[in-house]
Every structure is written in structure tokens, then in C-alpha cells.
T-cell receptor, first 114, second 110 residues
Framework: DVKVTQSSRYLVKRTGEKVFLECVQD?????MFWYRQDPGLGLRLIYF???????EKGDIPEGYSVSREKKERFSLILESASTNQTSMYLC?????????????FGPGTRLTVL | QKEVEQDPGPLSVPEGAIVSLNCTYS??????FMWYRQYSRKGPELLMY????GNKEDGRFTAQVDKSSKYISLFIRDSQPSDSATYLC??????????FGDGTTLTVKP
């Protein structure tokens, strides 16, 4: 059974703080993704990675960076958190080259920036 | 214009009703069509996927794709309270990235 875990379910941070969101998958998937989910805006791709140390910008990368030092772990970094980054953050993974393959999602981290 | 438009909802139906959830899309490169279900405070999970026009059934669920009209639907027969969730349509190109609809929240009342 595929498992994608995220480091926190709920997080409250202050404006200007550096925030780390961690994601770990246990199925040896090459691809990993970070999304944010907002009411009325759906799921929007922030960054994705198709291999260790590889990353590509998604649709809304501004204000975010990522790190993938190990295959199973993909981190999202908010260098200086702002209130408009208050959102639900979802991590997902799937196999490389599998266009039809489902993405397996973690439970999400609800981040509030005050 | 957004690549994917999903009927916004929310939708509230009595138990046993037939539910229709719908999405339209504009990107002709979309080749794979999926429906995810997301329960409250959980991540989305795949419900059904298909790659061809026509219908695909799985128990009480039917996914319908009309490529010529760029329209997909998910039908739920004999809806149950346990079907209460947000449903997301999703589309893949051959590159493997997914584009999601905004989601439709369904409540099935006992």
C-alpha cells in the first residue's frame, strides 16, 4: 500500500518566517509534486521533481523553493512566509513515465501564516 | 480562460439519488481522464481513470468521456452518505503532469 506522509497536519507561522514542509513516500516513486489547494482555485502545481536533485517549476512557483536530496523525500520551502501563502499544501508522487498512473497524495498540511 | 471548468456545486442529494458531476476542458493534448475523491481533511485518491471516449463502469460509478465535445462526467448510482466528499476531475497529457478541476462538493443526506 502506497504511503505518502507529510510532516505536519497543521502549522501556524508568522509573516517573514522560513517554513519547511516535508513529504516522504515509501514506494520508490521517481516523480514527486507539491500542490496548494484553495477554495475556488482548485489544486495548483507549485513544483515537481522527476529525480533526485531535479526540479521543475509548476504553475505558481513564486515565493517557494524545493529540495530533493533523497528519492523518497521532497521538501517545500517558503523562504519568507506571507499571509497569501495560507493554504492547504498537498504532496503527491507517482512512477516516472506513467502518464496514466495515479498520483498518490499525502493527507495535506494546513498552513496558516499570521 | 481556464483549461478545465468543473461544475462548482455544492451539491446536496437524498440517499439513493443518481448524481452527475461534470467537467469541460479546452486542451486537446489531454489524453487521460481521471476522477479523484477527496474526503474532508484527507488528500485526494483516484476513483476512476479512462483514456478513450465512451463509458467505463466500476460498481456504482460510471465515467463518461466525450472527446469531440471535450466533456467528461462521473455518474454515481444509488448514492450513499459515504459518497459525501469533494470530487475532482483531472487530466493528463503524455508528459504525465495532471491538471485538476476546482472540485465539486457532494453531500448525500440519509
Amino acid at each position: 500500500d502506497v504511503k505518502v506522509t507529510q510532516s505536519s497536519r497543521y502549522l501556524v507561522k508568522r509573516t517573514g518566517e522560513k517554513v519547511f514542509l516535508e513529504c516522504v513516500q515509501d514506494m520508490d516513486h521517481e516523480n514527486m509534486f507539491w500542490y496548494r489547494q484553495d477554495p475556488g482555485l482548485g489544486l495548483r502545481l507549485i513544483y515537481f521533481s522527476y529525480d533526485v536533485k531535479m526540479k521543475e517549476k509548476g504553475d505558481i512557483p513564486e515565493g517557494y523553493s524545493v529540495s530533493r536530496e533523497k528519492k523518497e523525500r521532497f521538501s517545500l520551502i517558503l523562504e519568507s512566509a506571507s499571509t497569501n501563502q495560507t493554504s492547504m499544501y498537498l504532496c503527491a508522487s507517482n512512477l516516472q513515465g506513467a502518464s496514466t498512473d495515479t498520483q498518490y497524495f499525502g493527507p495535506g498540511t494546513r498552513l496558516t501564516v499570521l | 480562460q481556464k483549461e478545465v471548468e468543473q461544475d462548482p456545486g455544492p451539491l446536496s442529494v437524498p440517499e439513493g439519488a443518481i448524481v452527475s458531476l461534470n467537467c469541460t476542458y479546452s486542451n486537446s493534448a489531454f489524453q487521460y481522464f481521471m476522477w479523484y475523491r477527496q474526503y474532508s481533511r484527507k488528500g485526494p485518491e483516484l476513483l476512476m481513470y479512462t483514456y478513450s471516449s465512451g463509458n467505463k463502469e466500476d460498481g456504482r460509478f460510471t465515467a463518461q468521456v466525450d472527446k469531440s465535445s471535450k466533456y467528461i462526467s462521473l455518474f454515481i448510482r444509488d448514492s450513499q452518505p459515504s459518497d459525501s466528499a469533494t470530487y475532482l476531475c483531472a487530466f493528463n497529457t503524455n508528459a504525465g503532469k495532471s491538471t485538476f478541476g476546482d472540485g465539486t462538493t457532494l453531500t448525500v443526506k440519509p
